[in-house]
């Protein structure tokens, strides 16, 4: 199991990935990445991006754990690469020069900062999980 530092203070993992949670979604720029696009508004969408995400995805994935009882988000890593792949898919589709693509340079910018100030430490005599970076 790991163990996390979020402004000093000692907390699972999963709990700090919940708070960071909260700020992200809270962000001005996080409304367009709410919830699926639709096809509706974006017919071609699931033709161009393959590997769709949202918040409302990420947020399903912290609050569900799997049948094994284990979290989904197993690293500070494995949640900011949800969140910037979101942000990419975002500007691959709109492309430069528009508020979609303005808003996932912000939010990925905030992800980065503040999934950066999570300090991460494995919990004595738990087996190693995660990767490099935690």
């Not at 071609?44 to 918040?55: C, N």
Request: proline content about 6%; glycine content about 6%; aromatic content about 8%.
């Amino acid at each position: 199991k790991l163990a996390c530092k979020l402004g000093g203070k000692p907390l699972p993992l999963l709990a700090c990935l919940h708070i960071v949670y909260a700020e992200i979604a809270a962000h001005a720029d996080a409304w367009p990445f709410k919830k699926a696009v639709s096809t509706d508004i974006a017919p071609d969408y699931y033709d161009v991006i393959k590997d769709p995400i949202d918040l409302a995805m990420i947020e399903r994935r912290l609050n569900n754990a799997p049948s094994d009882r284990t979290e989904y988000y197993v690293s500070v890593d494995m949640f900011l690469a949800e969140l910037v792949r979101m942000c990419e898919n975002c500007r691959v589709y709109n492309g430069e020069n528009n508020e979609y693509y303005d808003c996932a340079v912000r939010l990925e910018a905030f992800a980065r900062e503040r999934c950066g100030q999570i300090a991460v430490d494995r919990i004595p005599g738990s087996p190693r999980s995660g990767g490099a970076g935690q």
